[in-house]
T-cell receptor, first 112, second 112 residues
Framework: LAKTTQPISMDSYEGQEVNITCSHN???????ITWYQQFPSQGPRFIIQ???TKVTNEVASLFIPADRKSSTLSLPRVSLSDTAVYYC?????????????FGSGTRLQVQP | GAGVSQTPSNKVTEKGKYVELRCDPI?????LYWYRQSLGQGPEFLIY????????DSGLPNDRFFAVRPEGSVSTLKIQRTERGDSAVYLC??????????FGPGTRLTVL
């Protein structure tokens, strides 16, 4: 399983765009990149998943460069409710081991 | 619709005691996962069920931990002879596709 490295914490203000970058130098050809969000006293929640280039949904965008050795989660115009821990996960979406491997995540604090 | 539910939400026990933690997955989800999360860390995989059978139990730390899912729906995580190091939040997740797991709120276990 590819190891991921992401900042321990980030601070932002309401209304700003937040970009959280994750490094995964050893990503394998069949690995996908997935981001989860976790609020205190809750389980993680799926945000977005991608394989290459750019993926966008109603919550966030995920940018993946051509070499796929890193990825950036972009949260547009954050609000106080976006304060949470964000996890970057890398793993193969095929048969076999289906467990998610979480790192320590990035703790995002949004200030008013 | 109803999400994943876990009971109890909190469990305090004494060292050496036996505990059972229950997970009710989303109806129709065939895959069920148990994770353990220590303070400040990401969730750590324990065991994965596909239907009634444990497809991957490689994350169980030792033979004091056991999980069942007899009818392919509700699952119970059982911990024998609890130790203080077992204190953590135990998370359950269920899914239908390999891409996404839906997590419950967790059970906070405290071993005194």
């Amino acid at each position: 399983l590819a190891k991921t490295t992401q900042p321990i914490s980030m601070d932002s203000y309401e209304g700003q765009e937040v970009n959280i970058t994750c490094s995964h130098n050893n990503i394998a050809t069949n690995d996908y990149i997935t981001w989860y969000q976790q609020f205190p006293s809750q389980g993680p929640r799926f945000i977005i998943q991608g394989y290459k280039t750019k993926v966008t949904n109603e919550v966030a965008s995920l940018f993946i460069p051509a070499d796929r050795k890193s990825s950036t989660l972009s949260l547009p115009r954050v609000s106080l409710s976006d304060t949470a821990v964000y996890y970057c996960l890398v793993g193969a979406m095929d048969t076999g081991r289906r467990a998610l491997t979480f790192g320590s995540g990035t703790r995002l604090q949004v200030q008013p | 619709g109803a999400g994943v539910s876990q009971t109890p939400s909190n469990k305090v026990t004494e060292k050496g005691k036996y505990v059972e933690l229950r997970c009710d997955p989303i109806s129709g989800h065939t895959a069920l996962y148990w994770y353990r999360q220590s303070l400040g860390q990401g969730p750590e995989f324990l065991i994965y069920f596909q239907g009634t059978g444990a497809a991957d139990d490689s994350g169980l730390p030792n033979d004091r931990f056991f999980a069942v899912r007899p009818e392919g729906s509700v699952s119970t995580l059982k911990i024998q002879r609890t130790e203080r190091g077992d204190s953590a939040v135990y998370l359950c997740a269920s899914g239908q596709s390999i891409d996404e797991q839906f997590f419950g709120p967790g059970t906070r276990l405290t071993v005194l």
